[in-house]
């Protein structure tokens, strides 16, 4: 009969949770809670279409 196996951090890499991987107080991650993402998506949306290549 096998043993268990033994708990491994590695194998509990992609359980991780993103904001625990990431550098709350980098500024980039700031900076990305100050752009507005709504307008810059309204301002790009006509340049890609909903239905891919044309």
Known sequence: MLGKIKPDS???LFKTRLTDLIN??????????EVSWDKMELEFQNLYSEQGRL
């Open 24 to 33: 709350l107080g980098h500024p980039l991650v700031k900076l990305a809670d």
């Open 10 to 12: 590695q194998q509990n």
